[in-house]
Nanobody, 128 residues
Framework: QVQLVESGGGLVQAGGSLRLSCAAS????????MGWFRQAPGKEREFVAS????????YYADSVKGRFTISRDNAKNTVYLQMNSLKPEDTAVYYC?????????????????????WGQGTQVTVSS
């Protein structure tokens, strides 16, 4: 069982930056693909970014490519999402997710894919 706890959300002006963190329980963190999703009011949850177990490979939604960076520190059991050049349309609840396969960074982005574990979410609000 893996528990995921997100932090770092908040209110920021357009053009600003935030860094989200997700702390995971357990001793085999590197065995999991980690990812970030988001859900805006009235919209379906959407994939944002994913990273392989070793951290050597990542994948991004087109909407955030070039602005967001996912990274992980396996020694700290933590995955991060650095968000730069934020836009009002980035406003959403951001969720951390984990899959029990370290090579699922592309599969995690597949529509309809259900991750094995989810965090509770952290609100990000970008004002114009």
């Amino acid at each position: 069982q893996v528990q995921l706890v997100e932090s770092g959300g908040g209110l920021v002006q357009a053009g600003g930056s935030l860094r989200l963190s997700c702390a995971a329980s357990g001793r085999t963190f590197s065995n999991y693909t980690m990812g970030w999703f988001r859900q805006a009011p009235g919209k379906e949850r959407e994939f944002v970014a994913s990273i392989s177990g070793t951290g050597g490979n990542s994948y991004y939604a087109d909407s955030v490519k070039g602005r967001f960076t996912i990274s992980r520190d396996n020694a700290k059991n933590t995955v991060y999402l650095q968000m730069n050049s934020l836009k009002p349309e980035d406003t959403a609840v951001y969720y951390c997710a984990a899959d029990r396969n370290p090579y699922f960074r592309l599969r995690m982005a597949t529509p309809g894919h259900e991750c094995d574990y989810w965090g509770q979410g952290t609100q990000v609000t970008v004002s114009s």
